[in-house]
């Protein structure tokens, strides 16, 4: 706890001793309003708003008040705001003391007179410290002016009347702390302007202590003059104009040496009463002391003649070091003097208290002797403690000087060895001729190396020279070899790629021709021996690359490339296989592939998939298709992105826990599972046979969801998405979590449950955007009553599984699992618009159906639908979606709740009728 004190003056006591504390009465009143009208109008006062603690029990609480300081009676009267004429109260601080405790609120400080102790509370730090400096300022300046009008009577035989007395200056009182700023706006007229600062309610405001000053406080609807003066509202929020960066604080002074007889009896004085003239002749000892130290300072600067520079600076410092020392001095004696004060206030109150009080201030002193007892012995104890470390120091400086000399030793040690090395090179210099012979000798051996090396390096340089010269020449050759080679192949990948086009139109011609009735028996017999040599010239000519691997069966997923649901399938399937071909070989002359290749290298260069982050790039990169060799990594960033909250929340334990319920427990889908689990991606031939690996896992993974979410638990469709999953993670947690992710986080609520209400909005949304989209097509479909949600309610029940190609199938789940749902509608789009020419020529509902069922079947070009759903059909904001999604959502509720209405009133009548039918047998059976 910091605690600012200042010295207290008699002459200040006996005059603070006629001010009655709180509440004021009218004299007192009158007194302070007409020392109000006695300042003149262009002085400024201390004012602001505070926060003062009051009140006992319930009732205790910081209430706001309006504090103005009286620098006459050095008085602070508080309002309860800058608008109240009556204050409620008043603090004498010519005999207070000031204090602020670190532990307590920001803000908070205390003020400590001899009859209460106050405690306030300002905005802030800077605000708390202003008031405190401010304070301590006016009580200095208060008790400087009671010094000078109480000498100002004393008459003196001193010779030199006109030396003005010792008091402490501005400057001195400014010695510990730096003078803090007027906050603009929380002290002074300002502050009497704005609103009170952390203001409480009005009604606890209210000071219940003095209702009767607050009810005349209420009545006065303006503020009254008091002798004809200024308003008294004008006085009380007028304020000191601060010129200085800050107002100064109350400091320890600087006096000389020989003063300090007279502050001890400074000290001595103030316990007397203040009616007793000593303390008038200590003021004249001072007095004369301070005049008799002149001629001594006087003597103790006098400069001998013929004195050096360095004896004056010698004596500036030793003065230097004087003053430093008598400042010491008078700090203790001024704390001193603090301490004889409190002790003098504390033997009044002492002496004027009644038993019980003295009794209990007895009680009081006596725990401080305890307390400092234990002070004394805790300090004892760290006394011992320091001696004992210091022991411990003393040790190993022990040690440490041991080592030291050890080094030395060894140092000498060194030094010796080093004196006769230096002997043993001195004593073989002399014996150096005789060696010279030697040398010379050795030299031209020396020598005539050196020439032979050099013919030697000369030999090698010219044959470096041609070598590489011969390297250049080769490079190059290679150069021009590779450029022509690759030139080849591409001209021989462009011709491929031709031929398989043109193999493809005859076969589909082929095709044709043999499906047209009414042909004649040769010509059917011509085209039927025509497909079976095409055939059979597949077969035949294995050993070309480029007919051999056209028709292989399986992907390197395990998908068949081609399932067609109709017959000749050898024709179809080659058909296809050679569209796909030529596509793939377009594709990577072009470089497209490849260059897709290396944007995914260059993306994931400088991150590992745990690091990847959404952004614009990323999403181009997946809508182009995520390489193989990546595709699994990407695919389980995009599921935790997802499922992140949801494993959080069960632990990472949370499938095996699932399996093990599944073994525990027998789950009412689990029937159904087992009907679906052969009709599961049935052209891949990972799920081939009953028995295969992938079958088992995919058993567990739907009976765990089925655990997972009651809610749902099975729905057919969902062991396609979990077969795609499996197909691609491989693991099977993973292909789980996959399925949670679709199921749960990315698709609508609903999409999957009994009433699949979800996927039933999406369709009547899907059939809006594409009468947007596509306006002649949805007119064509309604003029002959197609209904469009017998092909794509599948599409969007399994994200088109089992109906595109594996390669454009899995490009569309990459999309899907970063972008969600609206990826769906785009592809869904893009599949009409790319067939929307086809079906317009189409006039029959059977035909329209039947181009329907096989209408993703004829999409071979990839990188085509791609461009048309992200290009061709922007802009699809997803703003718009969800805002049909909630307006058809309403209506499909709306039809659901009139379906049960109406269900209800079904069965009722039912009911009823069958009661009726039951009376009408009764009364047969008894006529």
């Known amino acids: 706890m910091e605690v600012f004190t200042l010295p207290v003056n008699t002459a200040a006591q006996k005059k603070s001793d006629d001010v009655h504390e709180e509440p004021i009465e009218k004299e007192d009143l009158a007194s302070y309003l007409e020392s109000l009208s006695e300042v003149p109008s262009q002085s400024t006062r201390l004012c602001g708003y505070l926060n003062k603690l009051g009140g006992k029990g319930p009732l205790k609480g910081c209430k706001t008040r309006w504090f103005v300081f009286d620098p006459r009676k050095c008085h602070l009267y508080y309002f309860r705001n800058a608008h109240d004429n009556s204050p409620l ?11 602020y405790c670190l532990e307590a609120q920001e803000g908070t400080f205390e003020i400590k007179t001899p009859e209460k102790d106050y405690t306030l509370k300002a905005k802030n730090k800077e605000v708390m410290m202003y008031w405190l400096q401010q304070l301590q300022q006016k009580r200095w300046e208060h008790d400087d002016k009671l010094n000078h009008l109480f000498e100002g009577d004393v008459t003196t035989s001193d010779p030199q009347p006109d030396t003005p007395p010792v008091f402490k200056t501005e400057e001195e009182t ?17 502050a009497a302007s704005l609103p009170a600062p952390l203001q409480p309610s009005t009604l606890s405001n209210i000071s219940l202590k003095h209702l009767r000053t607050e009810i005349q406080n209420f009545g006065s609807k303006t503020v009254f003059q008091f002798y004809g003066n200024k308003p008294l509202r004008e006085n009380r929020t007028s304020y000191e104009e601060m010129n200085q960066a800050a107002s100064e604080m109350s400091g320890s002074p600087s006096l000389p040496k020989g003063e300090d007889t007279s502050v001890k009896e ?20 001072n007095l004369a002391n301070f005049l008799n130290t002149v001629p001594m300072c006087q003597e103790r600067f006098a400069v001998k003649d013929g004195t050096s520079p360095a004896e004056l600076n010698k004596d500036v410092l030793r003065l230097t070091r004087e003053l430093n020392a008598q400042r010491e001095l008078v700090k203790l004696l001024h704390r001193a003097l603090e301490a004889a004060q409190q002790e003098k206030r504390a033997c009044g109150s002492f002496i004027t208290a009644d038993d019980s009080t003295r009794l209990e201030l007895v009680r009081h002193k006596v725990r401080q002797i305890r307390e400092l007892e234990n002070r004394v012995c805790s300090l004892e104890k760290e006394r011992h403690e320091m001696e004992q470390n210091l022991k411990l120091q003393q040790t190993h400086v022990d040690e440490l000087k041991q080592h030291v000399q050890l080094l030395m030793e060894k140092n000498h040690a060194k030094q010796e060895v080093i004196l006769k090395l230096t002997e043993q090179m001195v004593a073989k210099e002399t014996e150096k001729p005789e060696f010279d012979e030697v040398i010379a000798s050795t030299l031209d051996e020396l020598r005539t190396k050196i020439s032979h090396m050099q013919d030697v390096q000369e030999a090698y340089n010219t044959q470096n020279k041609f070598l590489n010269s011969e390297i250049y020449q080769i490079t190059k050759l290679w150069q021009n070899t590779r450029d022509h080679e690759k030139a080849l192949s591409m001209k021989c990948a462009y011709l491929e790629a031709r031929y398989c086009q043109i193999e493809s139109k005859y076969l589909v011609m082929l095709h044709k021709l043999q499906n047209i009735s009414g042909q004649d028996e040769t010509c059917q017999e011509i085209v039927k021996q025509f497909i079976a040599e095409q055939l059979k010239w597949e077969i035949k000519d294995e050993s070309n690359l480029a007919v051999g691997r056209i028709c292989s069966e399986h ?3 395990g998908f068949k490339l081609v399932s067609s649901p109709v017959q000749d399938q050898n024709i179809l399937a080659k058909i296809q ?23 995914w290298e260059n993306h994931l260069s400088s991150k590992t998939f745990g690091e990847l982050m959404p952004s614009p790039e990323l999403k181009n990169l997946i809508r182009n298709g995520i390489p193989k060799e990546h595709r699994r990594h990407v695919w389980r960033w995009c599921i935790n992105r997802r499922v992140r909250h949801i494993r959080e929340r069960y632990g990472s334990n949370r499938y095996q826990e699932l399996l093990k319920l599944c073994k525990n427990k027998q789950q009412a889908a689990s029937k159904q599972i087992e009907l679906d689990l052969p009709r599961t991606l049935t052209n891949n031939t990972h799920f081939s046979s009953p028995s295969s690996k992938m079958v088992q896992m995919l058993r567990r993974m739907l009976l765990a969801y089925s655990w997972q979410n009651p809610d749902i638990g099975y729905c057919q469709g969902l062991n396609r998405l979990a077969g795609i999953a499996l197909v691609v993670l491989q693991e ?3 292909a789980f979590w996959c399925l949670v992710a679709i199921v749960d986080c990315i698709m609508p609520e609903d999409y999957y449950s009994k009433t699949l209400t979800g996927s039933q909005v999406d369709q009547r949304v899907f059939k809006d955007i594409l009468s947007e989209k596509m306006p002649r097509l949805v007119s064509h479909f309604d003029q002959y009553n197609v209904d469009l949600s017998y092909v794509t309610f599948n599409w969007f029940l399994v994200v088109f599984v089992d109906s595109l190609l594996s390669d454009i199938l899995l490009r569309v789940w990459d999309a899907f699992l970063y972008e969600g749902t609206k990826v769906i509608f785009r592809y869904a789009l893009a599949i009409f618009r790319y067939n929307e020419e086809e079906i317009l020529k189409l006039h029959d509902t059977l035909a329209i159906y039947d181009h329907l069922q096989c209408l993703t079947k004829n999409i071979s070009e990839g990188k085509k639908l791609m461009h048309v759903a992200f290009v061709e059909m922007n802009p699809f904001p997803m703003r718009l979606l969800q805002n049909r999604r909630t307006v058809h959502l309403e209506k499909l509720k709306a039809e659901l709740r009139e379906l049960e209405k109406i269900r209800v009133e079904y069965v009722k009548d039912r009911e009823e009728h069958k009661e009726l039918i039951a009376v009408l047998g009764e009364d047969e059976e008894e006529t």
């Open 89 to 99: 109260g008043s603090m004498d601080l010519s005999n207070a003391a000031f204090n």
């Open 174 to 190: 400014n010695e510990f702390l730096d003078p803090v700023k007027t906050p603009i706006g929380l002290v002074g007229e300002e």
């Open 266 to 285: 400074c000290h001595l004085e103030v316990q007397k009463p203040p009616s007793q003239k000593s303390s008038t002749g200590g003021n004249l000892r």
């Open 555 to 557: 992907d390197e997923y």
């Open 577 to 599: 296989a050679l569209e796909r071909k030529s596509n793939n070989l377009i594709l990577g002359q072009e470089g497209q592939e490849k260059n897709i290749q290396l944007r």
């Open 732 to 734: 099977e947690e993973d």
